[in-house]
């Protein structure tokens, strides 16, 4: 069975500094990895996605990830933090493969709290 | 795109009413999803659609919860007779070619308070 792990139910940085949210998986294979974003009273919002070769991942809003395949890692980060920012992340992993079984699993979610 | 739509955005009612949740999913996504979000438990997968036809309802808490997809842009989440417990937010999501590298496509979902 697949699983995510974050470990941080919450994580504080001031305003300016660099951010890191973690994530972990234990799943079969290669998956596909993402992360989402959630501001107050809205939906999930897909913010970046590793789906092979460069392991340092762009996405929106200045966010990146490193995936560690030896770590089985996926750390979300960002250089400079803004209080904008602050909101509840969240990481899933997707098994590779076609078909209606490769539904994602999600982690708890951390919360993210940018101090100005 | 108008992304996925949801509605009602909030609901209140009392114990032992019958409570509906509708959702539009984006056109041309084939897959559709229903989840409900809590402090305590996180974000739960209810059940999912491809093509209309539920594939796993195995998240679907009781047999007071229902779903049915009658067509490609729409599908409904019944809760029938609705408990305190049942307050949380539900999140319907929709995706393209799930197993791919697609995401998924959230809508606003449906803060939903039983007393």
């Known amino acids: 069975a697949q699983s995510v792990a974050q470990p941080e139910d919450q994580v504080n940085v001031a305003e300016g500094n660099p951010l890191t949210v973690k994530c972990t998986y234990s799943?079969?294979?290669?998956?596909?990895l993402f992360w989402y974003v959630q501001y107050p009273n809205r939906g999930l919002q897909f913010l970046l996605k590793?789906?092979?070769?460069?392991?340092l991942v762009k996405g929106s809003y200045g966010f990146e990830a490193e995936f560690n395949k030896s770590q089985t890692s996926f750390h979300l980060k960002k250089p400079s933090a803004l209080v904008s920012d602050s909101a509840l992340y969240f990481c899933?992993?997707?098994?590779?493969?076609?078909?209606?079984?490769?539904?994602?699993?999600f982690g708890r979610g951390t919360s993210l709290i940018v101090h100005p | 795109d108008a992304g996925v739509i949801q509605s009602p955005r909030h609901e209140v009612t009392e114990m032992g009413q019958e409570v509906t949740l509708r959702c539009k999913p984006i056109?041309?996504?084939?897959?559709l999803f229903w989840y409900r979000q809590t402090m305590m438990r996180g974000l739960e997968l209810l059940i999912y659609?491809?093509?209309?036809?539920?594939?796993?309802d195995s998240g679907m808490p009781e047999d007071r919860f229902s779903a049915k997809m009658p067509n490609a842009s729409f599908s409904t989440l019944k809760i029938q007779p609705s408990e305190p417990r049942d307050s949380a937010v539900y999140f319907c999501?929709?995706?393209?070619?799930?197993?791919?590298?697609?995401?998924?496509?959230f809508g606003d979902g449906t803060r939903l308070s039983i007393l």
């Open positions: 999501a929709s995706s393209h070619r799930q197993g791919s590298n697609q995401p998924q496509h």
């Open positions: 659609f491809n093509n209309n036809v539920p594939i796993d």
């Open positions: 056109s041309g996504h084939d897959y």
């Open positions: 799943v079969s294979g290669n998956p596909y």
């Open positions: 899933a992993v997707t098994p590779r493969g076609r078909g209606g079984s490769y539904i994602p699993t």
């Open positions: 590793y789906i092979t070769g460069d392991n």
